[in-house]
């Protein structure tokens, strides 16, 4: 069998059409044509007034707490699990970011270690929706608006996902998506910034194209700001794939019942939890196993590399790599995060790629059941 990757797209001729377009026809002024239908029908699918398409989740994350007025001295809570996107934006608007411990069934921000994270400084909290799990919007939001905190929602790997009947991305003051590669709905690299509030959608209009006001004169900007802007072809991939949400959505809950199924009876492994009123889209399939294994994720990694498998390890906590190991708010989160340490060295994301077919999954399951027979 090949290698099996631990992610990889689903393109069809419909994705090739709609790019094959864009490249031959959409330039100077009809460059922004699938730019206007993709923005437009991503805004409809998530139930949202305004979707601007940008170069990735990481500047419409930037975008957003420079919207918001988020600066120097400000804090702003994220989990403690997540990769470093959803806090590297924090710093490039001086702000300081505190990690929050996360929900041991979710793996999602924890709503009570939220609430006692915030301070008279903080201005701002980032849930994430954690492999296409969701944390428990609803509390969130209530503590954030009792606080007077904005919310900005990273929906990142969510595509789809649903708490309580609305959609990933239909919370906050904005929400955010990527489009990077190993995403389920891709464009590549690209992201989404969603927002109900005028105010926030004209200033992200200004800010992402170099600080120019709708009427000003022509290079003569009202202010120095970014360049952040999808390409037509990008644009033209993410409508061709968003006109096919439904289809890899349901391949993704597809590809997790083979995994459950085909590990339903091994002991001591908790896969992705679904909690009821949740729809889970499980963007990466995840792996947590017990301690008593005495099996580590990256000794369990090198295992299934052995047998052609490519796996990734679960975050690792933000407060523990090298990047934070002198912020005085890590190591604040080291000793306070105790979710965190101890669900991470066990977590290992497996190939949950829209090519998986069930044998496939088969095989992925039945060697690592092989693996947990011989564990120490
Ligand atoms: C939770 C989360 N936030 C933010 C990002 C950043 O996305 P991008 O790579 O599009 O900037 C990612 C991407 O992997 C992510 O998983």
């Given at each position: ?12 001729q ?8 864009a ?9 922004n ?33 420079l919207?918001?007025g ?21 710093h ?34 980032i ?15 209530q ?9 900005i ?5 969510a ?46 209009l ?6 120019r ?24 991939l ?51 196993l017990?301690?008593k ?12 590399d ?14 523990s ?56």
């Open positions: 069998m090949e290698r099996l990757l631990v992610s990889g797209p689903s393109i069809t419909k994705e090739i059409d709609y790019v094959t377009d490249v031959t026809r959409c330039w100077y002024s009809d460059a044509i699938y730019h206007n239908k993709f923005e437009k029908a991503f805004a409809e699918y998530v139930g949202r007034r305004y979707a601007i398409a940008l170069p990735s989740c990481t500047s419409a994350i930037h975008l957003s707490l919207a918001l988020i600066g120097p001295g400000d804090e702003v809570i994220v989990p403690d699990i997540t990769w470093i996107a959803s806090a590297a934006p924090i490039y608007v001086g702000a300081i970011p505190v990690f929050a411990d996360i929900d041991s069934k979710t793996w999602c921000l924890s709503a009570e270690s939220f609430e006692s994270c915030i301070t008279s400084k903080t201005k701002a909290v849930p994430v929706d954690l492999y296409g799990n969701m944390p428990n919007m609803d509390q969130l939001c503590i954030a608006q009792k606080h007077g905190i904005a919310v929602e990273d929906a990142a790997e595509i789809g996902s649903e708490f309580n009947g609305k959609q990933a991305g239909g919370f906050g003051d904005t929400s955010v998506f990527s489009f990077h590669g190993s995403k389920t709905l891709t464009t590549g690299e690209g992201g989404m910034l969603l927002t109900d509030r005028e105010d926030l959608y004209q200033r992200v200004v800010l992402r194209d170099h600080g006001l709708p009427d000003d004169k022509m290079f003569f900007n009202s202010e120095v700001a970014y360049k952040y802007k999808m390409s037509s072809m990008q644009a033209a993410g409508l061709a794939q968003l006109e096919r949400i439904e289809e890899l959505i349901t391949r993704k809950r597809e590809i997790f019942a083979w995994y459950a199924e085909s590990l339903a009876e091994v002991e001591g492994i908790t896969l992705n939890y679904e909690r009821l009123g949740t729809k889970n889209t499980y963007w990466m399939i995840t792996a947590i017990d301690s294994y005495n099996l580590k994720k990256e000794a369990l990694i090198t295992l299934l052995k047998d052609g498998i490519d796996s990734r390890p679960f975050f690792f906590p933000l407060s790599i090298p990047a934070y190991a002198n912020h005085p708010q890590a190591e604040l989160a080291r000793q306070r995060n105790k979710i965190s340490y101890t669900l991470s060295p066990y977590g290992v994301n497996l190939p949950s790629g829209l090519y998986l077919t069930q044998e496939k999954v088969a095989y992925v399951a039945n060697t690592l059941k092989g693996i947990l027979q011989l564990a120490p």
